[in-house]
Nanobody, 116 residues
Framework: QVQFVESGGGLVQPGGSLRLSCTAPRNIFKGRTVAWYLQAPGKQRELVARITLDSRTNYVDSVKGRFTISRSDVKNTAYLQMDSLKPDDTAVYYC??????????WGQGTQVTVSS
């Protein structure tokens, strides 16, 4: 049963920016640490960044200084601002709670392609 719905992906040139968004029902979003994950072709899904209820953030080293995670509990929405994008950032990006839920609780994600 999918709870989070992602949007905002697309094709961007190296060095460009994208802003991803995800929404979930209020009873799901509120009260949970929310995270962004990515899955590159042929690889396992991995954590990119997470944000707690009181907006404490954590990032993997590869995106520190380039990506910014945020949330609006009023809008039940989480965001991932991605700047200085690199070809290695190409992946399907997912939003979900953290820790990650079972496989049945994942949506389609949003494709991000960084290419010239």
């Amino acid at each position: 049963q999918v709870q989070f719905v992602e949007s905002g992906g697309g094709l961007v040139q190296p060095g460009g920016s994208l802003r991803l968004s995800c929404t979930a029902p209020r009873n799901i979003f509120k009260g949970r640490t929310v995270a962004w994950y990515l899955q590159a072709p042929g690889k396992q899904r991995e954590l990119v960044a997470r944000i707690t209820l009181d907006s404490r953030t954590n990032y993997v080293d590869s995106v520190k200084g380039r990506f910014t995670i945020s949330r609006s509990d009023v809008k039940n929405t989480a965001y991932l601002q991605m700047d200085s994008l690199k070809p290695d950032d190409t992946a399907v990006y997912y939003c979900n709670q953290w820790p990650a839920p079972p496989a049945a609780f994942w949506g389609q994600g949003t494709q991000v392609t960084v290419s010239s």
